[in-house]
């Protein structure tokens, strides 16, 4: 079974950066897929950035191209958000998820309600 855990959220000032990371604690990431999701304080929850299965292919949400930067290292099991020049309006809960069965963005881009394995979130916060 697919356990992801997401780390490395916290409170930030306006201009400043952070690494965001999703750890499979069980299972293993290799074949999938996968994605970073942001929700807000009374918002839904939005794509940020999706990434394939071994990290060629990226795809950026309009919000955060040219700020944020999606990785993998499917030998650590990890997937990384890297986000630089943080804006207030970047506050929100992060989670990171695995297409069940696709290692191909596409795929995940029109499979996002069915999605599974989802970790529990890390908060971001960032001032003015």
Sequence with gaps: QLQLVESGGRLVQAGGSLRLSCVASEGSIT????????????KDRDLVATINWDGENVAYADSVKGRFTISRDNVKKTMYLQMNNLK??????YLCAAHPWSGKIQRFQEDVARLRSWGQGTQVTVSS
């Design 31 to 42: 074949p999938f897929a996968m994605g970073w999701f942001r929700q807000g304080p009374e």
């Design 88 to 93: 207030p309006e970047d506050t929100a809960i």
